[in-house]
């Protein structure tokens, strides 16, 4: 049947409160009256069932072709059947080994941990390597890219007779989550902790490159000592002789550091910012009040980086930024994109990580009354929950929340509030804290909506981070292993015992949103992937010249880690 009909079909279903698998959309469409057969399966279906099954259509149509088994029989559940992947029964929030397979307390698994093949690691040399610079739309329609091409989503015939989906095989786990852990009262005890242990965990990472000395350590050393330092950045200015003063704090106490002209570290300097952690080398002066600095190290992404990969060929689509509610929504490429989920050529796409803006919110920016379809912010989120059946019910879907949504700005931001969460629960979406870290399959995508982006492109040289290449603004981060290291300024952060922002543990891919540009490339082994988003420019982003990149859906491949990125608008 065309690709029309299995729309009509997802559509219909929609308006009547449910979602289905993709088997169940292929098993209505080819049935001799499709609307007949909606009636009847919308009819026959169990009380409590939020979703349409295959075995829900065989039900009704008599097709056992896929199926030794009469799902008719006396005392068989179709909703027992097994075919919902999503209906594991365990706890979401249940803790368990995180990312690495150890246990941990600061993290949360996911629950969707099952019988899974060990995964293969790629070398370096087996990946592209560091700083490829992403394309725009145009440049990479159809063309190939270090870390993907971009297509139209109708640009490639599909597969004959898909496979059919196999939860048992899929392993999903989620690191990092904070939701229903915050212990901050916003008292300054409470910020000194998390500097803390920002410090103590990012020091570890630099400890080993350099032979670091407390600041206490180094003020009683003699004069002319060699000397290295670990510290969070206190300060950072300029000489009149046009040298840098850095000044670094660690938990003993504060040290300055003199980083000459001519030392050919200007590059570096210029990378700094406030609040970072952050490794000096140098000699101390005759009089041992300051450190001449030989040389800089950020913790940074090691270059011998390995990556995992699934065992199998599947997919997961990387969006955010949906923004419903706005009236520059683009729900036509919405529909495109979610319609063509239901096709055989996105039959591997089993995954869908939604990076945070699932909705327009209210009182975000200036006059925003005046671009709003839905005033009301639960009016919002029971429209983006309308959308998000549209996508196949046996789809795995993870979402974080981002600046726009009905959460705190201060971050980290915990995964909604019960009330918001039974709207979207149409599609047992595991909903998650921003950020987070979700290992789907082997490979670790660290999820975070983008807020610190915009302080990044504020402070650095142009080159180094912008909106037209955001994904060069995270590899900034990367190399900070923080995903927001300056307090004080645009970013919002909430004190905890936990730094949650901090960057332990090298992600695989690095996929972020907020400044709704596209853009992707590979640092040192990790795929860093800005996705765009799926809202027209508004009167706001033109009053601050900001051009959105809509209607795209990055697809990555998990077993290899190339991209696609999908044009639907």
């Keep these: 049947m065309p690709l029309e009909s299995n729309a009509r079909i997802v559509k219909e279903l929609a308006r009547r409160g449910y979602n289905a698998e993709r088997e169940a959309i292929t098993l209505l469409?080819?049935?001799?009256?499709?609307?007949?057969?909606?009636?009847?399966?919308?009819?026959?279906?169990?009380?409590?069932?939020?979703?349409?099954?295959?075995?829900?259509?065989?039900?009704?149509?008599?097709?056992?072709?896929?199926?030794?088994?009469?799902?008719?029989?006396?005392?068989?559940?179709?909703?027992?059947?097994?075919?919902?992947?999503?209906?594991?029964?365990?706890?979401?929030?249940?803790?368990?080994?995180?990312?690495?397979?150890?246990?941990?307390?600061?993290?949360?698994?996911?629950?969707?941990?099952?019988?899974?093949?060990?995964?293969?690691?790629?070398?370096?040399?087996?990946?592209?390597?560091?700083?490829?610079?992403?394309?725009?739309?145009?440049e990479t329609e159809g063309s190939p890219s270090d870390a993907g091409s971009t297509t139209d989503h109708d640009a490639v015939d599909p597969p004959a007779d898909p496979p059919h989906h196999d939860p048992d095989l899929r392993e999903l786990r989620i690191g990092n989550d904070m939701t229903g852990r915050s212990t901050g009262t916003g008292e300054y005890g409470d910020f000194v902790q998390t500097f803390r242990d920002r410090y103590e965990r990012l020091s570890k990472v630099l400890r080993g490159r350099v032979n670091h000395r407390p600041a206490e350590a180094i003020a009683e050393m003699p004069g002319g000592s060699d000397a290295a330092m670990i510290g969070l950045v206190n300060d950072v200015r300029s000489t009149k002789s046009g040298h840098w003063l850095v000044e670094l704090e660690d938990t003993t106490g504060t040290f300055p550091a003199l980083i000459m002209k001519d030392k050919g570290l200007a590059d570096l300097v210029d990378e700094i910012l406030m609040d970072e952690c952050l490794a000096v080398e140098g000699t101390l002066a005759d009089d041992s009040g300051i450190l001449f600095a030989d040389s800089l190290h950020f913790p940074d992404v090691p270059r011998t980086h390995r990556t995992g990969a699934a065992d199998r060929h599947v997919q997961a689509a990387l969006i955010s930024d949906v923004h419903v509610g706005s009236d520059e929504f683009m729900a036509d490429a919405w529909s495109s994109f979610t319609d063509w989920l239901h096709t055989p050529e996105a039959e591997p796409v089993e995954y869908l990580l939604l990076a945070g803006d699932m909705v327009e919110g209210v009182g975000v920016y200036p006059d925003q009354d005046e671009e709003l379809e839905i005033v009301d912010i639960y009016e919002q989120y029971e429209a983006f929950a309308e959308h998000l059946k549209e996508v196949p019910a046996d789809t795995e879907i993870v979402m974080i929340p981002g600046n726009h949504d009905a959460v705190r700005l201060a971050e980290p931001q915990p995964g909604f509030n019960d009330e918001i969460r039974s709207i979207m629960d149409v599609h047992d979406a595991q909903i998650v804290s921003n950020p987070a870290t979700v290992t789907v399959e082997g490979v670790d995508v660290l999820m975070y909506?983008?807020?610190?982006?915009?302080?990044?492109?504020?402070?650095?040289?142009?080159?180094?981070?912008?909106?037209?290449?955001?994904?060069?603004?995270?590899?900034?981060?990367?190399?900070?292993?923080?995903?927001?290291?300056?307090?004080?300024?645009?970013?919002?952060?909430?004190?905890?015992?936990?730094?949650?922002?901090?960057?332990?543990?090298?992600?695989?891919?690095?996929?972020?949103?907020?400044?709704?540009?596209?853009?992707?490339?590979?640092?040192?082994?990790?795929?860093?992937?800005?996705?765009?988003?799926?809202?027209?420019?508004?009167?706001?982003?033109?009053?601050?010249?900001?051009?959105?990149?809509?209607?795209?859906?990055?697809?990555?491949?998990?077993?290899?880690?190339?991209?696609?990125?999908?044009?639907?608008a």
Aim: net charge negative.
């Design 449 to 568: 909506h983008g807020v610190s982006l915009d302080e990044v492109i504020a402070e650095l040289p142009e080159e180094k981070a912008s909106y037209d290449e955001p994904h060069k603004a995270m590899y900034q981060l990367l190399k900070k292993r923080h995903v927001a290291p300056q307090f004080g300024g645009h970013t919002r952060v909430a004190p905890e015992e936990r730094d949650y922002l901090v960057i332990e543990d090298v992600p695989d891919v690095f996929h972020t949103g907020h400044v709704h540009k596209l853009g992707w490339g590979k640092y040192h082994n990790v795929l860093a992937v800005n996705s765009g988003c799926w809202q027209a420019q508004t009167d706001f982003q033109k009053s601050v010249n900001i051009d959105p990149d809509a209607g795209y859906a990055p697809i990555l491949d998990l077993d290899t880690l190339e991209m696609t990125v999908r044009k639907f």
């Design 29 to 138: 469409a080819s049935a001799s009256d499709s609307a007949a057969a909606v009636e009847s399966v919308v009819d026959h279906a169990p009380d409590d069932a939020l979703r349409i099954t295959a075995d829900h259509v065989r039900a009704v149509t008599g097709d056992r072709s896929a199926s030794g088994t009469d799902p008719t029989a006396s005392g068989t559940n179709p909703t027992a059947s097994g075919t919902n992947p999503t209906a594991s029964g365990t706890n979401p929030t249940a803790s368990g080994t995180d990312s690495a397979g150890s246990t941990d307390s600061d993290s949360a698994d996911s629950g969707t941990t099952r019988t899974h093949k060990s995964t293969p690691n790629r070398t370096g040399d087996e990946t592209p390597s560091a700083t490829s610079t992403a394309q725009s739309p145009v």
